[in-house]
């Protein structure tokens, strides 16, 4: 599992635990909240109505039936009162009287009940032992929606206990509010733990987003890409980042190092050998057109070697530049134009004809310098290869984004054995004029600036005979 998953998933079980202990608790305990807001009204009205029938009772004039005649009136009240979501239509409070042995004197949902001795009940036993009496009790033992809530009120006469009066109250639109109150509280629960996901994500990602991008760029590094190094800001990332610049620069420069110098002394091997052996003969007597020949062949020789100097200094310069290109806007018809211009010589020494592209009004972001030394390299190479009064043709090919420049010419084309090894320094093959090859830094090169644009170089053979060079590059129209 990548780290940002980690994170989020982490963060989100914390977030799932920690709201998850609150809100249970709060659901468990609501059940007794709504209890407790209902008993309380209850007790004032038991005590109201306690009084009412005290009074009556002290006076001689209490009578069940006058009672049961005030209820059926009230339980035939028509009702419509809008309760939040409950439409209640209907009176459901039950009141019932005993006297101060817990006979029912009267009770408003039962007519032929008076008499019964209800003394065991609860409410009315504490009530009548002057402590305060309430009891909950189901209609349905297994419908725990079915309870009724009792609570009773001593009836007084002087000081003395003459009655309990009773009031009962059925739970079942608690319920109702109940539920209503859990689903509100279970979405409101969800909707936090969703918005608190959605942070948690976005966390998530922007802890592992240097991560990511530094992973990015290793993995192109080990593609042979050289991209821009990251920014990863001051962070521990950041410090992480830099630590693994550090090295990578290290590694790099002691490999490239190595390999220069193994590179370097392999090329440098044929020439040294060849002057020093000239310098020795130069020490014999010998004739001056010899002696000419081989002074001629000391300063062939270190001028070969000045160049693959000069050639490797440029390209290991190219190789370890970590900063970004400084591009601008090549105008093609002006970059043409010069390389053409400065071509002209070889041209006409070697009686090449040379076919240059229509003009174009094209554009591309590039570095200018870099650009043109590698098609100048590209020219070079057709120009070395084409026969004596050959052809050679610029090309230039548009595609959405990108633009190459082709270059055809007519010479013998790239041999079997040599297709793999084209790119590398310091591979080169013989001129077919003059037999003799140059420094093989040159198609590196080419390779190397196109890297740095994003592009890329293709050589092959052409079916007719000959090779096409290709160098593919990002582009702006204007």
Same mark, same amino acid.
């Given at each position: ?69 005030? @209820?059926?009136?009230?339980?035939? !009240?028509? #009702?419509?009162?809008? =309760?939040?979501? $409950? %439409?209640?239509?209907?009176? &459901? ?105 959605? @942070?948690?994500?976005?966390?998530? !990602?922007? #802890?592992?987003?240097? =991560?990511?991008? $530094? %992973?990015?760029?290793?993995? &192109? ?23 693994f610049y550090h090295m990578q620069d290290a590694l790099e420069g002691k490999h490239y190092v190595e390999q220069y110098i193994q590179n370097l002394t392999h090329e440098m091997k044929s020439p040294l050998s060849a002057i020093r052996g000239a310098a020795e003969l130069l020490t014999e007597p010998m004739p001056p057109e010899q002696q000419k020949r081989f002074l001629a062949n000391i300063r062939e020789e270190s001028l070969r070697m000045q160049q693959v100097i000069d050639r490797m200094l440029e390209l290991s310069s190219l190789e370890n530049r970590k900063e970004p290109l400084q591009t601008e806007t090549v105008a093609i018809q002006s970059l043409l134009n010069n390389l053409i211009e400065s071509a002209q010589p070889i041209l006409e020494q070697k009686q090449l004809r040379l076919i240059a592209p229509p003009r174009r009004e094209d554009t591309v972001q590039a570095d200018l310098f ?109």
């Amino acid at each position: 599992m990548k780290l940002g998953s980690r994170i989020f998933c982490c963060n989100l079980l914390l977030l799932s635990l920690c709201l998850y202990y609150p809100v249970s608790q709060y659901i468990g305990t609501l059940r007794t909240r709504y209890l407790e807001g209902v008993e309380d009204p209850l007790v004032d009205q038991a005590n109201i109505l306690a009084e009412y029938a005290g009074r009556e009772m002290a006076a001689g004039n209490f009578s069940s039936q006058q009672w049961h005649n005030w @209820f059926d009136k009230v339980y035939h !009240r028509k #009702l419509r009162a809008k =309760i939040y979501s $409950l %439409t209640k239509t209907r009176v &459901d409070l039950r009141v019932y009287i005993t006297d101060a042995k817990g006979k029912l004197l009267f009770d408003s949902s039962r007519k032929d009940a008076l008499g019964s001795d209800y003394v065991l009940w609860r409410n009315v036993q504490r009530t009548l032992l002057g402590e305060y009496g309430a009891r909950t009790t189901r209609m349905d033992r297994l419908d725990e929606t079915s309870s009724v809530l009792h609570v009773s009120a001593p009836i007084h006469e002087k000081q003395n206990i003459i009655g309990v009066l009773t009031v009962a109250k059925p739970t079942g639109n608690i319920w109702y509010f109940l539920r209503q109150a859990k689903l509100q509280i279970i979405g409101t629960a969800l909707f936090t733990l969703a918005v608190a996901a959605l @942070f948690s994500f976005l966390l998530a !990602r922007w #802890l592992a987003g240097p =991560i990511r991008k $530094l %992973t990015r760029y290793a993995q &192109d590094i080990a593609n042979g890409r050289h991209p821009p190094r990251p920014k990863l800001g001051n962070s521990d990332i950041g410090i992480m980042g830099n630590a693994f610049y550090h090295m990578q620069d290290a590694l790099e420069g002691k490999h490239y190092v190595e390999q220069y110098i193994q590179n370097l002394t392999h090329e440098m091997k044929s020439p040294l050998s060849a002057i020093r052996g000239a310098a020795e003969l130069l020490t014999e007597p010998m004739p001056p057109e010899q002696q000419k020949r081989f002074l001629a062949n000391i300063r062939e020789e270190s001028l070969r070697m000045q160049q693959v100097i000069d050639r490797m200094l440029e390209l290991s310069s190219l190789e370890n530049r970590k900063e970004p290109l400084q591009t601008e806007t090549v105008a093609i018809q002006s970059l043409l134009n010069n390389l053409i211009e400065s071509a002209q010589p070889i041209l006409e020494q070697k009686q090449l004809r040379l076919i240059a592209p229509p003009r174009r009004e094209d554009t591309v972001q590039a570095d200018l310098f870099l650009l043109n030394r590698a098609l100048n390299n590209l020219l070079t190479n057709a120009m070395d290869f084409s026969p004596t009064g050959g052809t050679i043709e610029i090309r230039l090919e548009t595609f959405p984004g990108s633009i190459t420049f082709v270059f055809l010419d007519q010479g013998p084309g790239i041999p079997d054995f040599a297709g793999e090894r084209i790119f590398e320094k310091f591979y080169s093959l013989e001129r077919p004029e003059t037999g003799k090859k140059s420094t093989g830094l040159g198609l590196s090169f080419v390779r190397q600036v196109a890297r740095l644009h994003n592009g890329q170089v293709i050589l092959k053979n052409r079916l007719q005979g000959g090779t096409c060079a290709q160098l593919s590059l990002p582009i702006a129209i204007f």
